[in-house]
């Protein structure tokens, strides 16, 4: 597609519930990002990929958060056991990457998927 | 959609003026610096970006100043739209940690006709 695509857009659940994010990037783009965007906040990092892998997950709050990208495309964020404290927007990302190569820099991002859990 | 601007610091602007939005960055290694503009229940919209290297850049309608002796990064728009009205964040990319963004905090502007 012509954007970054996340789904769902809204999502209410319940404390202790999983929830999965999509995210569909921008064909091509072979970094993907996610983050977390609580109100009033800049977004704040939570984990990005090179393709498949993970390159950096250090911005995941605690192990209830888990992400994946089997086929270097579409990313899903995994959430167990949710909490009220979760309630954020969380935000993908994708750009060309590749460390350093013209454009790589310049993220573009989803909607966003807003979650809240009551 | 969803306002993500309740808490920040807002600059009001008359249509038409120019307006000056100023970030503090933290990281002096940082390569990169971006501009983002988020409106309601959207997703942050790249501006314009500056490299360490340089001290200015300009866009159409906005200009991007670097300090980094007092690690300061401004943002200015000329002649002010409705449409500007939106919450801007800065972020820095320091290259070798994978081009994630650290984002700062942002300033809501409202343009008053």
């Known amino acids: 597609g012509a954007g970054v695509s996340q789904t769902p857009s809204n999502k209410v659940t319940e404390k202790g519930k999983y929830v999965e994010l999509r995210c569909d990037p921008i064909?091509?783009?072979?970094?993907l990002y996610w983050y977390r965007q609580s109100l009033g906040q800049g977004p704040e990092f939570l984990i990005y990929?090179?393709?498949?892998?993970?390159?950096?997950d250090s911005g995941l709050p605690n192990d209830r958060f888990f992400a994946v990208r089997p086929e270097g495309s579409v990313s899903t964020l995994k959430i167990q056991r949710t909490e009220r404290g979760d309630s954020a927007v969380y935000l993908c990302?994708?750009?060309?990457?590749?460390?350093?190569?013209?454009?790589?820099?310049?993220?573009?991002f989803g909607a966003g998927s807003r979650l809240t859990v009551l | 959609g969803e306002s993500v601007g309740l808490h920040l610091p807002t600059l009001s602007v008359q249509e038409g003026d120019n307006s000056i939005i100023n970030c503090a960055y933290s990281?002096?290694?940082?390569?990169?610096f971006i501009w983002y503009k988020q409106e309601s229940g959207k997703g942050p919209q790249f501006i314009i970006d500056?490299?360490?290297?340089?001290d200015k850049r300009q866009g159409q309608r906005v200009t991007v100043l670097l300090n980094k002796t007092v690690k300061h990064l401004s943002l200015q728009i000329a002649a002010t739209q409705p449409g500007d009205s939106a919450v801007y964040f800065c972020?820095?990319?320091?290259?070798?940690?994978?081009?994630?963004?650290?984002f700062g905090g942002g300033t809501r502007v409202l343009v008053k006709p």
């Open positions: 990302a994708s750009s060309f990457g590749h460390t350093g190569s013209p454009g790589a820099n310049v993220l573009t």
């Open positions: 064909s091509g783009h072979t970094a």
């Open positions: 990929f090179q393709g498949t892998g993970a390159a950096d």
């Open positions: 990281n002096s290694a940082s390569d990169y």
């Open positions: 500056i490299r360490s290297n340089m």
């Open positions: 972020a820095e990319n320091f290259v070798a940690a994978g081009n994630k963004l650290t």
